[in-house]
């Protein structure tokens, strides 16, 4: 892998895509600060950010752009590479760089915050859930390549009422085949329990997925190249 191509594919994305994909973060860091708190200027962003991960291959949403993408002097672990940075690292650090210029432009001309109540996360496994969902959005994609977003959410749906479904069926069977006294508490009551005695356990899992979705993130890319 040649670090000098995974810069310049920053750089090139940057100049192209600056002012469609940052100026919303300018906006909102003036803006907000007039109409609300400083924890919907960090929920905005963390959305935002999801968003942004997204979109991060939507140069393979068209045929042109996928064929000029492709042809691009970078090979797919280096493309890679460089989304990877721009939606883990680069793209976060500026959400949190205008986060403070909001905080400032508060400070000097509204002091709207009161006693700005927001603090970091102290729980690293919030951070890696976090980037975690930038990691399973970046592979929607590169997989779906158009409406990656909404196929995500379906998905989540799907999910969550398969977990209702089975958790009702559950507590139908074994708990006194009354499905509204049962408590569907329980049934994640082990796992929780398991993952606050060992939260390293969480930590790594989390760690895990993400290595996993980026690394499902270069196999499709170089799979679609092909």
């Not at 064929?67 to 989304?83: G, L």
Request: charge should be neutral; proline fraction near 4%.
């Amino acid at each position: 892998m040649d670090f000098k191509n995974v810069f310049n594919l920053i750089r090139c994305f940057i100049v192209e895509k600056f002012k469609k994909e940052f100026t919303p973060l300018i906006v909102i860091a003036v803006v907000v600060p007039i109409l609300s708190d400083f924890d919907t200027i960090v929920f905005v962003y963390t959305f935002l950010s999801i968003l942004f991960a997204a979109r991060i291959f939507k140069n393979l949403q068209s045929s042109q752009s996928a064929i000029a993408y492709m042809m691009m002097p970078a090979s797919p672990a280096e493309k890679t590479m460089a989304n990877f940075l721009l939606v883990s690292v680069i793209y976060p650090l500026v959400c949190a760089l205008f986060s403070l210029i909001a905080l400032g432009v508060d400070v000097l001309f509204f002091k709207f915050f009161q006693d700005y109540p927001y603090t970091m996360p102290q729980d690293i496994g919030v951070s890696l859930g976090f980037f975690l969902l930038l990691a399973i959005f970046s592979f929607a994609s590169v997989y779906y390549k158009k409406h990656s977003f909404w196929n995500v959410c379906l998905w989540g749906v799907v999910m969550v009422l398969f977990i209702l479904i089975y958790s009702g069926l559950f507590c139908y069977i074994f708990a006194d085949n009354n499905i509204f006294s049962a408590d569907l508490s329980m049934l994640n009551e082990p796992i929780n329990h398991f993952f606050d005695s060992y939260p390293i356990v969480s930590s790594v899992v989390q760690l895990l997925l993400i290595c996993f979705f980026w690394g499902m993130t270069y196999l499709r890319l170089k799979e679609t190249e092909v």
